[in-house]
Nanobody
Framework: QVQLVESGGGLVQAGGSLRLSCAAS????????MGWYRQAPGTQRELVAV???????NYADFVKGRFTISRDNAKKTVYLEMNSLKPEDTAVYYC???????????????WGPGTQVTVSS
């Protein structure tokens, strides 16, 4: 069994910062890509950032220069440092992990339950 659990969401004023964390639990041997998506009310879920097991990163244009994704492979944890937050960044942020290997089982795509980020103007 594999679980992803996010933390670090909350309420912040525009221009402020938050740091999200997501830890994977279980008897995990390896994880490929890890990333963050977000979904605001009435909109589709969208990719925010992704990081490979080797540390290569990719960002959505709307967060480039403001957000930084990183990971600690030993802790099986991915982070999202969010700076210069805007009201339009308000959303539920979801952690994802691809190809989590647990023994003979590979979990292709796993999602966390989400954490709310609210940016006030």
């Amino acid at each position: 069994q594999v679980q992803l659990v996010e933390s670090g969401g909350g309420l912040v004023q525009a221009g402020g910062s938050l740091r999200l964390s997501c830890a994977a639990s279980g008897r995990i041997f390896s994880i490929d890509n890890m990333g963050w998506y977000r979904q605001a009310p009435g909109t589709q879920r969208e990719l925010v950032a992704v990081i490979t097991s080797g540390g290569s990163t990719n960002y959505a244009d709307f967060v480039k220069g403001r957000f930084t994704i990183s990971r600690d492979n030993a802790k099986k944890t991915v982070y999202l440092e969010m700076n210069s937050l805007k009201p339009e960044d308000t959303a539920v942020y979801y952690c994802t992990a691809d190809n989590i290997v647990v023994g003979a089982i590979t979990y292709l795509k796993s999602w966390g339950p989400g954490t709310q980020v609210t940016v006030s103007s």
